[in-house]
């Protein structure tokens, strides 16, 4: 197993109080440098890779000449993308948009990421993603590196000041998943193709058998193209598939969602994103369909065990068990955070212990 699957979104925060616990950072090409810009506040270890993995994932595609070769007809024009990346409790949130270095190369986008912790994702959605339009209004406003540096330093303070109730933390439902499920007791048989193509194609990701992370060099990954949610905002629909999956795959892989505002569906990865996943940035569902758009073939056995699934959506909410290992999603939390502790810091100081001294509130 290699250091991804253990620590990713699976930080040491003992050393780091409540309001503290949201980190702002950015990347990619902005005119303020001529080059790829200085990154900003990365000071995590899960920004550090994740800028790693996502820009490097583009700089596949662009090298490669991928989107190019594909055809514009085939491809997005551009980046315009909200993204949301979970691991229980433990998330990155941010936007990706089109931009360029001050010697006016285009090829690379501007990235801002916030790294979060016991922030419920109406929080994220109601402080933080307004925060973040915030600061990308700023970014395409001034060819100022200083500005750029400055405003970012001053929205992460102000997101840091700014504790959720801590009633809100957890939600019986969580945003959007009562559209979620409404919509989908509409529409059965689209849902019961992602269950088919869940059990196709996602078994490494069943539940308590860590098959998807047993290689010592990279850990596995999928990918699945979802619809975004009729009449939802871009937040609910990213919440609502994330907070499904984590009901039928196993809560402790990392989900990474990826949602072209100008689009009608969103992606989400799966594991470990490998370089060649960013493909679908840009990809338009002309290339890449929909899982929802399969003609898979339902077999009444099928018909039989998604009986259970379904029910959920009468209520509101997202399924209480996993099509994959047939248990109850809260067994499987359960399992999962107690699997993902063993890899956090104990007794040796960690990264933030360190970080902040011994503050431990």
Known sequence: MNDFPKFFLNEDWKGVSTQARVFLGAFG??????????????????????????????????????????????????????????????SLTGLIWSSQDGKGRALYPMITVAHCVTRSFSWLAGELLPAMEDVKAKCRSTTSASVVIAHIKGVEKMLQARVPDAARVSTTAGLGVPAWAAHFSK??????????????????????????????????????????????APAESL????????????????????????????????????????????????????????????????????????ASLAHGQVPEVSCLNGQSAKANREAAAKWLVRFRPGSRPGFFSRLFGSDKS
């Open 29 to 90: 090409k902005h005119p303020g440098w001529n080059d790829h810009l200085d990154d900003i506040g990365l000071v995590t270890s899960s920004l550090v890779e994740a800028r790693s993995i996502l820009y490097g994932g583009i700089a596949h595609q662009i090298e490669h000449a991928a989107w190019e070769k594909a055809g514009a007809d085939k491809v997005m024009p551009g980046f315009d993308h909200v993204i949301h990346w979970r691991r229980l409790n433990e």
């Open 187 to 232: 529409e059965p048989v689209a849902l019961r193709r992602i269950l088919h193509h869940l059990r196709r194609n996602f078994a490494m990701f069943t539940p308590g058998t860590l098959e998807w992370c047993q290689d010592e060099k990279h850990a596995m990954s999928r990918c699945l193209r979802l619809p975004q949610i009729p009449g939802a």
């Open 239 to 310: 919440n609502a598939w994330i907070s499904f999956l984590a009901t039928q795959l196993d809560p402790a892989v990392p989900m990474f969602g990826l949602l072209p505002t100008s689009g009608t569906w969103l992606d989400v990865i799966v594991g470990e994103p490998g370089p060649a996943d960013f493909f679908l940035l840009r990809a338009l569902p002309s290339e890449l369909p929909l899982v929802t758009d399969i003609p898979y073939q339902l077999d009444a056995e099928a018909t039989t065990n998604d009986t259970a699934i379904l």
